[in-house]
């Protein structure tokens, strides 16, 4: 949502905003120490991937940490949001113990507070940019701790509003896709008066929330509460059904369709190109987790189980290694191992996942990258071979880019390898409309902020147009397609002029 | 080994290499499926076109200079396996990987015909030549390191 400056200064004016600006003293919103936030214990919480980490703050605790923001004058943490939510008015809020109206506050500006506050960056995004960060060098205030707070408190009191809808216009939109780019169009079309159906290629929506993000970070009653909200509105959902296969785009604009988002996500997972990947026991980290996250591999009981090792070495520092390497130690391996070829420091990882990993026993070598796979005489991985790497020095664009050390090969002893280097764009799409404008990595092309492609009515978002990247992403480019596509569906449909 | 008879003759070979690796890259460009996958390849062989103009400059006069410092070997191709480039549909991973092997050998090319050299000016052209496909692999390798090995 678009917001002058004006607009939030004035917020800041508000009556009961300056009240609270008095009611407590700069110096003594200071001396509070940033909350922590209650956890499950490491080794209770290893024995499923169902309990979630992260307990949530109480009202307590949540109103005393949102004492600790100083409603500043110029909220340099929205400028580290990726949507400008506006955090200090959600967080006065929680002060004044008006925790719904924190949470609708979220709700002017993100699709699904309750995902974002347990899955967005903060560190490198708003709590980055808070005050006490850049003026004071201590502690951030925990504003996804936070967010994440208000939006269970409003999920959990059962008084999620459902928005006003405009009167209905019969225009059909379809979307492909239900990840939480998708989702978040899908709201915002359906808001608007627009017949919105949901074409996901799974048996479950959700995309990577539900299929990816395991449950001990994110439980899939969150989303659920957000798709059953979509649905109330008069969202419909498709599963199995893959647009480009069950049926094309084409079929679909026979049926009626006017217009398309595509949301298909970047699902297609990468693999190194080493020597021996394709022995048995290797696998992406996007089968490992769908089958154990949508399959239910970890039940004893499973039809469809997974493999489980007693060495499991997963290959990569991001989120989707972290999330990979603690399910194994889920599952019941005894020693769970990534390797990354840079430093910690540059694992683009959330740090918090990087820091339950640690508490929970996960092996960390870094500088290290795979470099073959040795199999058993069944074909069956055994061993990795390792080698170390030392960071170069700096090069033009300021980077020190990992060498390898020759001669510091090792092997380490491993029984499953979970492969999780990173994802290209699902290629169904792309590959199938034809006169779809594709970059050669294979996102679809875009006008920038439109969101709208080559194809005058198929807009696009999220990781199919940026390659693997964030839900907060994802969700915001979902609603800046579907303002752009309500004008252009208005325009051409109901004859109605729009202000650009 | 091959025989050189003159600086020329070294240039008309390492030419002729440029053109043969801007064609390879044409006829590639052609088999693909994918319209952005043609166009990869078609930006590759035009760089190629560009060292050949380069290496014609150099033949014709231009002054070429070795730089003291070693271009830096990121050695990222040197532990993947080989692409297969009779598929219609290679990947840009592949693509990467395979322009990467290919900048790699013919430095290795040009680095052992300037070791096994005695004259001194054939051995400085073989070093340009070697130092100038070193760039070359740098840059796909920094595209790799940028763009491939991103986890998420
Ligand atoms: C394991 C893992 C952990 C992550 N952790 C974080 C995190 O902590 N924080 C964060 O911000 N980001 C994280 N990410 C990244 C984030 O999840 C993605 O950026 C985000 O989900 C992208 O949303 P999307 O809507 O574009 O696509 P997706 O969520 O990928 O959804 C795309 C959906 O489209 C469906 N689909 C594809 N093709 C078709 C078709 N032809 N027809 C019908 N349906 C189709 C797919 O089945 C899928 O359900 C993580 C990613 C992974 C894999």
């Not at chain 1, 094309?248 to 026979?254: C, F, M, T, V, Y």
């Not at chain 1, 915001?476 to 208005?490: P, S, T, V």
């Not at chain 2, 801007?22 to 996958?37: G, R, S």
């Not at chain 2, 990222?76 to 990987?97: G, P």
């Amino acid at each position: 949502m678009e917001r002058s400056e004006e607009y939030i200064k004035n917020e800041r004016k508000k009556e009961w905003r300056v009240e609270l600006q008095k009611k407590t003293k700069a110096k003594d919103r200071m001396t509070i120490e940033r909350v922590q936030m209650p956890e499950s214990a490491p080794e209770e919480r290893i024995k499923s991937q169902r309990i979630e980490v992260n307990k949530g703050l109480t009202a307590e605790e949540a109103m005393r940490e949102a004492t600790r923001c100083m409603d500043c004058v110029n909220p340099t943490c929205m400028e580290g949001c990726p949507v400008s939510i506006n955090i200090p008015k959600f967080i006065k809020n929680i002060e004044r113990g008006d925790f719904l109206q924190a949470a609708s506050v979220l709700k002017e500006t993100s699709a699904l507070p309750a995902v974002c506050g347990r899955v967005c960056p903060q560190e490198i995004q708003c709590e980055q940019r808070c005050f006490y960060v850049e003026k004071l060098h201590q502690p951030a205030v925990a504003i996804g701790h936070l967010e994440r707070f208000a939006a269970d408190f409003e999920r959990e009191s059962g008084k999620i509003s459902v928005p006003e809808l405009a009167e209905s216009n019969g225009i059909k939109v379809a979307v492909i896709g239900s990840g939480p780019s998708s989702l978040s169009f899908a709201g915002d079309m359906v808001k608007l008066g627009y017949d919105v159906s949901v074409f996901e290629a799974l048996h479950e929506i959700g995309g990577v929330l539900k299929y990816g993000i395991p449950e001990f970070r994110l439980p899939n009653a969150v989303v659920d509460v957000e798709i059953n909200n979509l649905r109330r509105m008069g969202v419909k959902f498709i599963t199995n059904f893959i647009v480009g296969q069950t049926e094309s785009l084409d079929d679909l604009k026979e049926e009626g369709f006017k217009a398309f988002y595509v949301g298909s996500g970047a699902g297609l997972p990468r693999f190194m190109n080493i020597p021996g990947e394709n022995s048995n026991g290797i696998l992406s980290s996007n089968e490992y987790l769908t089958r154990v996250n949508l399959m239910g591999a970890d039940a004893e009981d499973s039809d469809t189980p997974v493999l489980r090792g007693k060495n499991v070495v997963v290959v990569g520092g991001g989120n989707t290694a972290m999330d990979s390497v603690r399910t194994a130690k889920r599952l019941g391996a005894e020693k769970a191992m990534i390797v990354y070829r840079r430093s910690e420091e540059e694992m683009p990882a959330r740090i918090e996942e990087v820091h339950h990993a640690k508490q929970e026993g996960i092996e960390f070598s870094t500088l290290t990258n795979p470099i073959e796979y040795i199999a058993d005489e069944n074909g069956r991985v055994k061993q990795v071979t390792v080698q170390k790497m030392k960071l170069g020095e700096p090069d033009a664009s300021g980077r020190r880019r990992p060498i390898p050390i020759e001669g510091s090969e090792y092997t380490i002893d491993a029984s499953v390898v979970v492969v999780a280097v990173g994802v290209s764009p699902n290629p169904l799409i792309p590959n199938s409309v034809k006169g779809l404008d594709v970059s050669r990595w294979g996102t679809i092309e875009v006008v920038k902020d439109k969101m709208q492609s080559s194809i005058p009515e198929v807009f696009a978002g999220g990781d199919i147009v940026r390659g693997g990247a964030t839900v907060i992403l994802a969700m915001g480019d979902g609603r800046k397609a579907a303002a752009n596509m309500d004008i252009y569906l208005k325009e051409k449909y109901l004859s109605q002029k729009v202000e650009h | 080994m091959k025989e050189f008879n003159s600086l020329d003759d070294i240039l008309d070979f390492a030419i002729n290499e440029e053109q043969m690796a801007a064609d390879f890259y044409t006829d590639l460009a052609a088999k693909m499926k994918n319209q952005e996958m043609k166009d990869t390849f078609e930006q590759y062989a035009l760089e190629e076109i560009g060292h050949r103009t380069k290496l014609e400059a150099i033949k014709n006069g231009k002054a070429y200079k070795i730089a003291d410092s070693k271009i830096v070997d990121l050695k990222i191709a040197d532990y993947l396996v080989e692409v297969d480039t009779e598929k219609t549909n290679i990947s840009y991973q592949e693509a990467l990987i395979l322009a990467m092997k290919k900048e790699k050998s013919a430095f290795k090319l040009y680095n052992d015909l300037a070791s096994a050299t005695t004259d001194a000016a054939s051995k400085k052209v073989f070093l340009m030549l070697a130092q100038e496909e070193a760039k070359h692999k740098l840059r796909f390798e920094i595209e790799y390191d940028n763009n491939i090995l991103t986890e998420n």
